[in-house]
């Protein structure tokens, strides 16, 4: 007989009644689908999983402890046949046969009227796939045709603009420390599908290199801003853009909400009526000392940390941190754009009750090619930073954290 194509469908299932046949690994499998699409799902079987079983008693499905018996199907729409009795399962098909029921069989794909295809989902879409025929059938190939086509859409190497729903916007993008690797999956396909970007200088700017060459990259730190600040500058062109129907991402090094005057921007677009979406970042608060072998934590030796910026001097008026609160912590603290000002900083913990011994480490440039650490203590750091020429961008840990990994210099 010569083997046609199976047609491809998408089942509506809700509240349709769907009967499985068996309450082993395939059932267990498939269920979570069955359950998503709404359908009312009956299970018989004599046993199941302890997954299948805390899906029936969570009411996800109705579970009748029996084998199958001919009428079952009488009133399916459709029917997922997995026992493991080959001769039950036979008999259920041929009855689903004579009912027209739709039915798939985990035994024999030959004999099955249905095919479950290898599905995922991305952005509202499922992407589902098939084999086209019995003989041909390579679950692992379809499965990996899936992977490909789903990971390809979520991290952006596979690009599908949207037509319909597209709207034009900003997203404030979280671009994590450095590593093009270390930014989101939703921040990586926005980036994808963006029509301009305009990029912070520190955060993955290799992704920059990636984009086709229609996109318009802009760097924020060259936006000329006459009469504005600079931030006020960038919300004007983020407006601007985004008003010609663009869509804009703002790439923003580690997370937008970090010493990232994200909550600006937010509000600049807010205020004009441009619609806004934030995609969280991997702050180089905790990333930079993890990839230079820090833990922020450690068991039994610091129960918190805290994250502060040093941008200005302890005694300077505008300085918004209480730096002899912070020296009586026991825990780690965290220091970012402190590289100038450490020495003050270091001066001023001791002075208020610090060891000068306390362990300090500066990484510099964490997660990229040039990552550099530099080790110290309270008392050694403004020398060692001038002796090593530490430069920006620096991550400051300071505390016992940093001796508790397996290397403690550069
Ligand atoms: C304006 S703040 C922005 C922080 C960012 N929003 C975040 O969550 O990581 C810039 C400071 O972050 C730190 N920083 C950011 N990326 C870094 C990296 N790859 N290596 C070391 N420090 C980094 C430095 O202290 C730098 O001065």
């Known amino acids: 007989m010569a083997e046609h194509p199976a047609y491809p469908v998408g089942l509506r299932l809700t509240g349709r009644r769907v009967i499985v046949l068996g309450g082993g690994q395939v059932a267990q499998r498939r269920l979570p689908a069955l359950i998503a699409a709404g359908a009312d799902i009956v299970l018989v079987s004599p046993e199941a999983t302890p997954s299948v079983e805390a899906m029936a008693d969570a009411g996800e499905i109705t579970w009748e402890r029996r084998p199958y018996r001919d009428g079952d199907l009488a009133d399916a729409w459709y029917a997922l046949i997995a026992t493991s009795d080959h001769d039950a399962n036979a008999r259920a098909s041929a009855e689903a046969e004579r009912h027209r029921v739709w039915c798939v069989r985990s035994d024999d794909a030959d004999q099955a009227t249905a095919w479950t295809p290898a599905t995922g989902h991305s952005e509202g879409v499922t992407v589902a796939v098939l084999t086209t025929s019995a003989r041909g059938r390579d679950p692992r190939h379809t499965a990996a045709i899936r992977d490909a086509v789903v990971e390809g859409l979520r991290d952006g190497t596979l690009v599908a603009p949207h037509h319909r729903t597209r709207t034009a916007g900003v997203a404030l993008v979280g671009g994590g420390p450095g590593d093009p690797d270390l930014i ?31 996109v318009e990259v802009i760097d924020a730190a060259k936006i000329p801003y006459g009469r504005y600040m600079a931030q006020e500058a960038i919300n004007n062109a983020l407006i601007e853009h985004a008003k010609q129907g663009k ?38 608060s905790i990333s930079v000392p993890g990839a230079a072998g820090i833990p922020v934590t450690h068991r039994g030796v610091a129960h918190e940390f805290t994250v502060v910026s040093g941008h200005v001097a302890p005694d300077d008026e505008r300085s918004l941190v209480d730096w002899p609160s912070l020296a009586k912590l026991t825990g780690t603290l965290v220091i970012l754009m402190g590289v100038d000002k450490i020495g003050k900083i270091a001066e001023t913990l001791v002075a208020h009750g610090k060891s000068p011994d306390t362990p300090v480490a500066l990484v510099q440039e964490g997660t990229t090619a040039a990552q550099r650490r530099v080790d110290a203590t309270l008392a050694t750091v403004a020398e060692t930073v001038r002796a090593q020429d530490v430069k920006p961008p620096a991550v400051i840990v300071i505390g016992a954290v940093v001796a508790v990994g397996p290397s403690a210099s550069e």
């Open 184 to 214: 989101t999956v939703r921040g990586r396909r926005l980036l994808a599908e963006a029509d301009v970007v305009i990029a912070d200088r520190l955060g993955p700017r290799d992704l920059l290199a990636e984009l086709p060459p229609h």
């Open 247 to 284: 869509s804009v991402v703002r790439l923003k090094g580690g997370d937008p909400f970090v010493f990232g005057r994200g909550m600006e921007e937010v509000q600049a677009l807010a205020e004009a009526g441009i619609p806004c979406t934030v995609v969280p970042g991997i702050s180089s």
